[in-house]
Every structure is written in C-alpha cells, then in structure tokens.
C-alpha cells in the first residue's frame, strides 16, 4: 500500500483547526431527541418507502456544518450528510446544500499556497509535484456538467435492510465542474506502457491508525479518458472544504467513491492495487450487473461497483400532499444514468396501469441529470399513485424492484408517491 505523503504529518499544509475540532464534539444528545419523535410513529420493523422517508428526513435536520446549510445529518463522525429533495429542483445543486460523504473522521483544514500533488509509481519515467497554481496555470481549463452520486444512495429503501449509512435519496448532487485533465497531468509523468491501474489518495484519514487508507484506484482506461478530471471548482467557486478543496478526482458516470477528495497523491501501478477499498468495499455480485468495467479488479463472482444505472426522482411532491381538483398540478423530476443519456421519462398517476411522456428540459451534458416536467390535469378527486421511470439512449429502463446485494448499492426501482385531489 503507498504511503501517505510525508507532509500529512507536519503542520503544514493541513491545519486540524477548531472547527473540526468543534465538529466531532457535537452533542449525540441533541440527535437522538430532535429524531425519536419522527422515529416513534415507524414500528421497529417497518421499513420506510421512497415517499415517507423524505418526510422523515426533513424531520431529522440537525446543525448545518461550516459552509452548509439545511443538510440531513445521518452520522457525525465521519461527517455524512444528506441535501433535501427540494433543493433538487434546480440545474445544479447549490455548493452550500451539496451533500457530504466521507469514510474518515479526521479531514483537515488545507492551506491551498502549501498544498502539493504527488504523482509517482512504479509505472511512470518522471515524478512529479505539483502546486494549486501550478495546476491551475500549466495545463487547459475545461469545464463539466456531472452528477456526484454515492454507491449507497437510497440503501435506506432495500428490503431486508443491509448495513451501511442509512441515505435517503439525498446523497447525490449536480454540480458544473471546473478543472484540468487528468491525462493531460499524467502525460508530463511519461507513462509506460506496463501501467495497468493509477491509484489515488486524500488528506482525509481514520482516527486509529489500525484503520485502512481510503485509497481508490481506476483502470488506465477511465483515467485517460478524456471527461476525467482533477477539479478546483465547483458551481463557479473554489471547491468547498467539504467537498474536496483544494482540489478533487471528477469521474462523470461512475459512483462518487472514486471522486477522491482532497488530492495529494497519485501513483500509476503496473499492477492491481490490492487494499480493503478495492478488494473487499464497493464491490458487487456479477449476477444482476453489467461488468467488464474494471477487469483487473474483477472476480468470478464480484467486481467493483462502477458505472451509475439510470434512474429518476420526482423533486416537487411529497407522499400524501393535497392539492385541488380544480387545476393542474406540475409535476418536477430529474433523471440519470452512466452518460449514455436519458431517452425518456415517462410519468404515471394511476400507479403503472397507464404511462405518458414527460417534456425533457434543457440537456446540458451527458453526465449531468436531465431535468423533466408533466403536468398532470385532474379528471377527478381522490388518490393518484404518481410513478416516474426513466430510459437511457441506450435502451435501459427503469426497473420495478431493485437488485438486491449485500451493500445496498444501485438503488434504482421505481419511484412511488401518493397525492389525494380534493
């Protein structure tokens, strides 16, 4: 396993300042109390739908962290945040409301003048360090519209429950991205031709040093790839500390546990990296997924978890709202996938029976989600089971159940959202 740079150890350029120190003394008190009234009503073994558990949610909104506000709290040490559906209803999502994902405990304050990337491994002619203006200045600026989606958004809605961060539907965001390359970096290294996998790593880590380094790795393929960056902004301003800053991996289509935050380090290996985030974590069963994303890290019976699968939300309705018969409802929604595009949405609101065509907004990249609309005219009072499904370019739809794997990943079933008209 490579090391952590030597520079993790000394005060500079990470400064443990006292707002994270702050951050891990939050009262575990104030959780429990602001949460067992929404809890009491759900039995011990009931399990909340796609609806209910955004009501649940914004029930469960504690103390914004630094920079952020109106987050979903689902763990505080590491900090695990979930932004509200409602802030889904615009193109990209607010920096401040971008939730927060991470598997360590210990995220430093960088100083961005001090900070360096090392790139080295077995697999290159020249190492290379490099600073945030270096990055900045030597290599072309491109921009990107992606969606940021954690493997395990919505594992709260599988049934039997698997363990892991219980995320609703909110561990996801859009965001346009501002950065370099990433072959562009790894060109100046002379690549030889024995590199099979380039490795990657951040300044966040475990608080006991019996704990794995969060270390991912990509096969040579994505890195190359033309739409894989290293990021210094987002949504136009400087990365947010808790999303990245100085500078983060944008892997487009592919699940957020490659996007490393806080880049340091970059290593090109002729050989699969062998560590617990790649050889035991983030992985799933061959049966049910597509694979040969990521070969050199495959088994007979699992692989990595890779490529997003198609999927979509309704943003604007919560189970059980009210409205009047008298006039027409919109009905918002985004929809995704692994960058092939989206085809089609289709909306129903007589639970399956019958399906329309939603209108496609604006399409402002094939990794970006595609935002859609419906208006849905009353034909008469009482229920409407409201059901959106999504179809990729490639011919992938949306199916009824999801597939079941011991993670909870790739939570990708039908959306279920009950309105009364009155």
Known sequence: MTKKPEQRKSNQP?????????????????????SAGTLAGLSLWQKPSLATTNAIEEALILEPLKSKDGLIKKTYRPPNFETPISYFNTTFTPNKHFFVRYHHAIIPEINSDNWQLSIGGD??????????????????SVEIAALCLCSGNRRSLFNPPVSG??????????????????????????????????S??????????????????????????ENTLIAFEMNGEPLPHWNGFPARL???????????KHLTEINIQSR??????????????????????FISQETQLNMPITELVVNSLITNLVDG??????????????????????QRVEISIDGGKTWELTTLQKNYGRFSWRQWRYNLKPTHTGEYRI????????????????????????????????????
């Open 321 to 342: 709202q009210s409205f009047s018969s008298n006039k027409a409802i919109e009905i918002n929604g985004v929809a995704w996938d692994k960058g092939d595009g989206i």
């Open 123 to 140: 697999a290159i002619n020249k190492p290379l360090s490099l600073t945030l203006k270096q990055l900045q200045t030597d290599f072309k």
């Open 14 to 34: 990470y400064e443990y300042t006292s707002l994270t120190k702050a951050y891990f003394m939050i009262n575990r008190r104030n959780f429990i109390l602001k």
């Open 200 to 225: 990657f790593n951040g300044a966040d880590s475990g608080m006991l040093r019996t704990t794995p380094d969060f270390m991912k790795s990509l096969p040579l393929e994505k890195v190359l790839d």
């Open 165 to 198: 961060v219980q995320w609703g539907s909110g561990a996801m965001g859009n965001a346009l991205w501002r950065g370099v390359r990433l072959k562009d970096v790894l060109a100046a290294t002379g690549i030889k031709q024995s590199a099979l996998e380039v």
């Open 272 to 293: 699969p990296v062998d560590n617990f985030w790649m050889k035991t974590a983030y992985r799933i069963p061959k049966e049910g997924f597509k694979s040969g994303q």
């Open 250 to 260: 944008i892997v487009p289509g592919w699940t957020a546990t490659y996007w490393i």
């Open 387 to 422: 059901m959106a499904r999504a179809t990729s370019i490639s011919g992938i739809t949306q199916p009824l159940e999801p597939v079941a794997n011991p993670s909870g990943y790739h939570h990708n079933a039908l959306q279920t959202i009950s309105i009364q008209l009155i």
